[in-house]
């Protein structure tokens, strides 16, 4: 006669169920950029009119869309171009207008969003037909500045450079730091209010996170400027550069995201932006997973913008709608799982968010 059950004791777990649970989770866990790209996607239509700031922000770089409108019938030109995320992505970040009328692949890092470029190393070639010296020069092999503004590009010998010219560059670069910081307050605190449901309150995120976004840019605009007369005078280390400026892009990317996530203060959101970013995990996969798909969208625009036209302006529309996506899907990335935000919202944790449960009292994801 085979034992009666005993009533109390539970039924046995099926192992199969509760592995392909674990799998599921842990499979969602894996791909936080994946998820928060489909979760954003599917709000979209509560997002959509935020696409309107970075469509704006590429139209006011004036000499860049002159530059791209003018390269029609110069051939055409690839961007490779690996950008961690950042505040305001626009179409500028992923696209550089073709100069010369063949086919180049340009890798840049580092470069922030907007801010007037100098360069023209010693010895760099120019198109078919141009003068070999320098403009500004006098023949000497003298070097020249390129200053690029919003408007035109402007082109100065560097031993013209005096302390009351740095000077106004330097003012103009503060004056650029403060109204991108206040455009990207407005912005990204904008996105983190929506994908909570809440009104936009464009004016309550300027009081709460401009001050800290104009001093970050001041931060990295300042870092710029006490760099750039080494790298003038001798342009050879800008290759030893280059992994540095990666890797201190990838270590302080979090940066603007934690000051709205998790409201954290200036110098307390470096501090979590290094622990974060050292400890890898999400964190580093999400930045990576970025990297690769700014790569893959630099690519398909860049053929574009190098078409010239109505190409260029195709380009412009289709960037806006991507940019969004992808500051969206990091501004949901930090709120949901880094800082844990889901379990103070009004709509309590949200179903796409696996390890809503497991954060500790601070908001921070447990390990």
């Known amino acids: ?60 770089e004036f000499e860049k869309v002159r ?31 073709p100069d010369p009328a063949t086919a180049t692949t340009r890798s840049r890092y580092g470069e922030p969003s907007g801010a007037p470029a100098f360069g023209d190393a010693p010895g760099e070639t120019t198109p078919a037909g141009g003068s070999t010296t320098p403009v500004g020069t006098t023949g000497s092999g003298g070097t020249d500045v390129t200053i690029e503004t919003p408007v035109e590009a402007v082109d100065v010998p560097l031993e013209a450079l005096t302390a009351e010219m740095m000077g106004w560059i330097a003012l103009t670069l503060a004056a650029y730091a403060v109204l991108s910081g206040i455009v990207m307050a407005a912005y990204v605190g904008g996105l983190d209010r929506r994908l909570r449901g809440e009104p ?37 280390l800008l290759v030893l550069a280059v992994p540095v400026i990666v890797a201190l892009s990838y270590v302080f990317y979090p940066v603007p995201f934690l000051f709205v996530a998790a409201d954290a203060p200036f110098l307390e959101a470096f501090h979590r932006s290094l622990g974060l970013t050292m400890a890898g995990g999400a964190v580093l996969s999400f930045g990576l997973w970025h990297l690769g798909a700014a790569a893959v969208a630099s690519l398909v625009l860049s053929l574009l913008v190098s078409s010239g036209g109505a190409a260029v302006l195709l380009a412009l529309l289709a960037s806006a709608p991507l940019s969004l996506v992808l500051t969206a899907a990091t501004v949901s990335f930090f709120r949901e799982d880094v800082v844990g935000g889901a379990e103070n919202s009004t709509s309590g944790p949200s ?16 390990d």
């Open 1 to 60: 006669m085979a034992p009666a059950s005993d009533p109390e004791r539970p039924p046995d777990d099926d192992p199969s169920t509760t592995t392909d649970g674990d799998d599921g989770v842990n499979n969602e866990r894996s791909r936080p950029f994946q998820r928060h790209v489909a979760r954003v996607s599917d709000r979209f239509g509560d997002l959509q009119l935020f696409g309107v700031v970075p469509l704006i922000a590429a139209l006011l």
């Open 67 to 97: 530059r791209a409108l003018e390269s029609t019938g110069r051939g055409f030109s690839l961007n490779l171009e690996f950008a961690f995320p950042s505040p305001l992505v626009t179409l500028w970040q992923l696209v550089d207008p």
């Open 200 to 236: 936009t309150a464009v004016g309550s995120c300027i009081a709460t996170y401009a001050p800290r976004f104009v001093l970050y840019n001041l931060v990295l605009f300042g870092a710029f400027l006490l760099a750039f007369p080494v790298f003038a005078l001798a342009p050879a």
């Open 351 to 366: 179903n796409g968010d696996p390890g809503a449960s497991e954060r500790d009292a601070d908001g921070w994801t447990a």
